[in-house]
RNA sequence: GAGGGUAUAGCUCAGCUGGUAGAGCAGCGGCCUUUUAAGCCGUUGGCCGAGGGUUCGAAUCCCUCUACCCUCACCA
């Protein structure tokens, strides 16, 4: 860093401005290399960052790296003039750069900008990690990779410079989310806001996060989930309103956990879950359409045929199948016996549904993997789903599942403000047996009930997997640009 | 929260059963006007994650701490 800011103090000597204000570029990289016969001998503009430079006395080539690609300048001393040129060795790999030149095409082929005059657009003083490249037949060999997976997080800056691959991912995570809210708006669903802090938190069943507003004296929680606004604005009269937000969960982290995270969820008036089935297979298979251009990803070395409509199956006959155990009305102590006959630890204080749930997830997710709806969940572990209209033990879920992960979760919202009171207080119980994740009750959410809720279908789906699942990501921390992290010690 | 792993130059990494720190790339100085992991010659660079201990001597052995990764637990 101290050669770099020698070189700063050398042009600044020279009368260089190492922080100009503009630079008016004409073309991308990717517009030039795409259609080279269109390009060769015109000029261009370009500028971006210079990330290889090749000296060879009076003429050096150099790769420059910008938005959309890097493409290849070929700098001579007798072209851009000995002052110039005397700039130009100043350079350093990092430094940012435009470049005007006329495209041609070298002795090996490779599509180049002829430099007729270059110019320092921002100057680095902080080296980059030099990654090299190298094409063997079809492979691309990178050597020096820049690989440190804490060093890419805390510097995502620096990982996003160097890993094209990187940047792609994010590129993806964005369309998948303007495709998400394109297909949404065109149903004719309003995009609404409701609050990230609140007095009460709902929605899940997780722990919140608590902050504190200073003038009105009380705390407030980060929303665990948008899920009980989105259902007041049903009651307002709106058909159907969706929201693309971030939650907040003070739980533990892991590779598919972050505690801030994205949400959509979805609320349309007057429909059930069987009609919100249809808008999810439809809705991801035209999102991958859109994004991939097929139908079918690859994850994992495995190929995922998204084509509606998606396999479907109860809770309890999934379970069965995997198990060989009908566990559909059994009593606490017969779910304790076939769930060690499974092998599976099971906590004394566990009730019925926490025990199922844990079966399930255990025997039956993992095995998950072509798109699955699982339908018609056990009652107790869904305190805001409607009950089933054959089954009063059952509610009308659903969670679609590929991959042996889930990637949302749907209702047939209850809106019997009787009905719901009464779960409530069943969560009540809950918290005051110590379970620091059971639903509050929340009084004006019930008496916004009362005044009447029409028949609606919910859902809401995890933004991050989603993209962790089209984009083969491995971590939620590579989907996510700044994952949370213990701050870096001095 | 438990177990395992990692931490050495700007980057990627080597460093054996303890003997006083190494390579490639980057950087710096040369040479070089079609190279592309450019090449050739020369050269700088290190609190070996932090702290403590054992030892004549520690990057290496022991303990504590910190961060990250993986698995499990908790958890959508």
Do not use: C
């Not at 130009?88 to 599509?111: P, Y």
């Not at 805390?154 to 410079?161: C, E, G, K, S």
């Not at 907040?248 to 429909?271: C, I, K, Q, T, W």
């Not at 916004?448 to 962790?468: C, F, H, K, N, W």
């Amino acid at each position: 860093m101290r050669v770099r800011r020698q070189k700063l103090q050398r042009l600044n000597e020279l009368g260089v401005n190492p922080y100009p204000y503009n630079f008016k570029r004409t073309e991308y990289s990717t517009n030039i290399l795409a259609e080279p016969n269109k390009y060769i001998g015109k000029e261009v503009s370009v500028s971006g960052r210079l990330m290889a430079i090749r000296g060879m006395g009076k003429a050096a080539f150099a790769h420059l790296l910008d938005s959309k690609g890097r493409i290849q300048i070929y700098v001579r001393k007798d072209q851009i003039g000995d002052e110039n040129f005397e700039v130009f060795n100043l350079f350093d790999i990092g430094d940012i750069i435009g470049v005007s030149g006329e495209v041609f095409e070298t002795r090996t082929g490779e599509t180049t900008i002829k430099a007729a005059k270059i110019e320092l657009l921002s100057k680095n003083l902080r080296p980059l990690p030099i990654v090299k490249e190298k094409q063997e037949g079809d492979k691309k060999v990178v050597y020096h990779q820049f690989a440190d997976k804490e060093l890419r997080y805390r510097q995502r800056y620096v990982d996003l410079i160097v890993n094209p691959e990187v940047r792609a991912v994010f590129v993806t995570r964005s369309r998948i989310i303007s495709s998400m809210r394109r297909y949404l708006d065109g149903r004719g669903f309003l995009e609404v806001e409701t609050p990230v802090l609140q007095p009460i938190y709902g929605g899940a069943s997780a722990r919140p996060f608590v902050t504190h507003h200073n003038t009105l004296d009380m705390d407030l929680y980060l929303r665990i989930a948008d899920e009980l606004y989105l259902k007041r604005l049903i009651v307002g009269g709106y058909d159907g309103v969706y929201e693309i937000s971030k939650d907040f969960r003070n739980e533990g982290m892991d590779r598919f956990h972050n505690p801030e995270f994205s949400m959509m969820e979805l609320y349309v008036a007057f429909e059930d879950y069987h009609w919100m089935m249809l808008l999810v297979e439809e809705m991801i298979s035209s999102i991958a359409q859109e994004v991939v251009g097929e139908m079918k990803i690859s994850n994992q070395g495995r190929e995922i045929d998204l084509t509606p409509p998606w396999k479907r199956v109860t809770f309890f006959d999934i379970i069965e199948e995997y198990t060989d155990k009908n566990l559909y009305g059994k009593e606490l102590e017969d779910l304790k016996k076939a769930a060690k006959d499974l092998n599976i630890d099971v906590d004394p204080s566990w009730r019925q549904g926490k025990i199922i749930n844990e079966i399930f997830s255990e025997k039956v997710e993992p095995n998950l993997i072509q798109p699955t709806f699982v339908t018609d969940y056990p009652i107790e572990l869904s305190p805001l789903a409607k009950k089933h209209r054959d089954d009063p033990k059952l509610v009308e879920r659903f969670e679609p599942f590929i991959l042996g992960g889930e990637i949302g979760n749907a209702y047939s919202e209850l809106n019997d403000p009787l009905d719901q009171r009464e779960r409530f207080m069943a969560q009540k119980k809950l918290i005051e047996l110590g379970d620091e994740e059971a639903h509050v009750l929340d009084e004006d959410f019930l008496r916004s009930l009362e005044y009447g809720m029409p028949p609606t279908a919910g859902l809401g789906i995890g933004i991050d997997r989603l993209v962790m699942l089209f984009t083969d990501q491995p971590s939620i921390r590579d989907v996510i640009f700044f994952p949370q992290m213990r701050p870096e010690d001095k």
